[in-house]
């Protein structure tokens, strides 16, 4: 069964809403604001969402609503063709709302007492897909993955596994993470957390840069002009956080996307690479890459444009895809690679998209997107433009 991507939203430190994002993307303009308040002595870049309305709902929910308000159209189209009990509801996430907690809990160190206000609720994990299904009015099957840095990638699988299922007609994927400071802390004491904007395969590099954001799509049989060709899943399972340093499950993940997708390594005109900006994981994913692709294939890293948006950057990133593979959103150019130029000599080369090339030509245009969480839990996926 063949399924297309028939519909976009997302917000992220680029900018709100496909068409302003597909600007900023194609402009390689980096988007981080300085933080002091989030690690206790210490200022940090990070990527925010501006201009996020407030409301009762958390932060990320919040995200989550401006994505999935742009795709709400076609949801609804869909939900009047199958049934709201036909569309399920699959995103990921790993913060959730674990801001307001951290909010919560410091009052009440202050006063001795929770907000008046205050839900539990709000930040656990499956409430995310909860308050999406309540949000777009669906009744079919509504869960969260949450795989840390994969998490919102794995939703395309999960997704299509229940739609060949029966089990749905259609579906809503996608997911959302916000920035809280449990996440900044963590990284900041594995020391993988970088002082300034990160720089994905420099020989400077020195940690990740946190960001935030959220992405939706509408999953369905009918066709659409970006198409799900393939994804790849793989668990190698090396250590709880460190990748395995050949890329052994990374290249397994890419390997098993381009075999479900009937695709050679040269069919793919772009790879979004994970690219942390970390030295294990960057040094992995060029082996990875090298070892599978051929040398003339264009590779980036978007992190140093948005920030390492944990469990939502699978999706965001999946819609940097599809704004280059959609004919409608006007993107003529590749995804860029911001860096600071400065090539590691231990790192396998890759030929990363220098800003303002061009879509490629003459070819049917496929893309695939790399996202690898803590533990080894690996998805590779695999988007074209539908001829």
């Known amino acids: 069964m063949r399924l297309f991507l028939t519909a976009c939203g997302v917000v992220c430190p680029l900018g709100q809403g496909v068409a302003a994002v597909a600007r900023r993307l194609a ?16 200022t940090v870049p990070v990527g925010m969402v501006s201009d996020l309305p407030a409301g009762a709902e958390s932060r990320n929910n919040r995200l989550m609503a401006a994505a999935l308000d742009e795709i709400a159209p076609a949801v609804a189209a869909a939900a009047r063709r199958f049934g709201p009990h036909r569309l399920a509801v699959v995103l990921g996430t790993s913060t959730s709302g674990i801001a307001e907690g951290e909010q919560a809990l410091m009052e009440r160190r202050r006063t001795g007492a929770w907000p008046r206000d205050f839900l539990y609720t709000r930040q656990e994990t499956g409430s995310l897909a909860d308050f999406a299904a309540r949000h777009l009015g669906l009744s079919g099957p509504a869960y969260v993955i949450a795989t840390a840095c994969s998490s919102s990638a794995k939703v395309f699988a999960s997704a299509r596994r229940l739609i060949r299922l029966g089990l749905a007609d259609a579906a809503v994927v996608g997911g959302a993470d916000s920035l809280c400071r ?24 020195d940690g990740i840069t946190i960001g935030e954001g959220a992405a939706a799509f509408l999953l369905s049989p009918d066709p659409g002009a970006v198409e799900l060709l393939g994804a790849g899943e793989s668990s190698d399972a090396h250590h709880a956080t460190a990748p395995h340093p050949e890329g052994d499950g990374a290249r397994l993940s890419m390997a098993q996307a ?42 980036g890293s978007t ?21 280059c593979l959609d004919p409608g959103t006007g ?36 893309m695939l997107s790399n996202s690898f969480g803590f533990g080894g839990s690996n998805l590779s996926l695999i988007l074209g433009r539908t001829p």
């Open 303 to 323: 992190k140093g444009m948005t920030g390492h948006m944990l469990g939502g950057t699978g999706a965001v990133e999946a819609a940097f895809l599809w704004l």
């Open 258 to 299: 381009l075999a479900e997708a009937g695709l050679a390594p040269d069919d793919i005109a772009y790879i979004n690479l994970h690219g942390t900006a970390t030295p294990l994981n960057d040094a992995m994913e060029a082996k990875a890459v090298a070892a599978l692709f051929p040398p003339q294939t264009w590779c």
């Open 27 to 42: 402009a390689g303009r980096p988007a981080f604001t300085s933080r002091a308040d989030l690690i206790p002595g210490r």
């Open 182 to 205: 449990m996440t900044l802390n963590g990284f900041n004491a594995l020391e993988a957390l970088s002082g300034e904007a990160c720089r994905p395969f420099s020989r400077h590099r």
């Open 331 to 366: 993107c003529a150019t590749l995804p860029p690679h911001v860096w600071d130029g400065a090539a590691d000599p231990l790192l396998p080369p890759l030929r990363l998209v220098p800003p303002g090339t061009a879509l490629p030509a003459g070819r049917p245009l496929v």
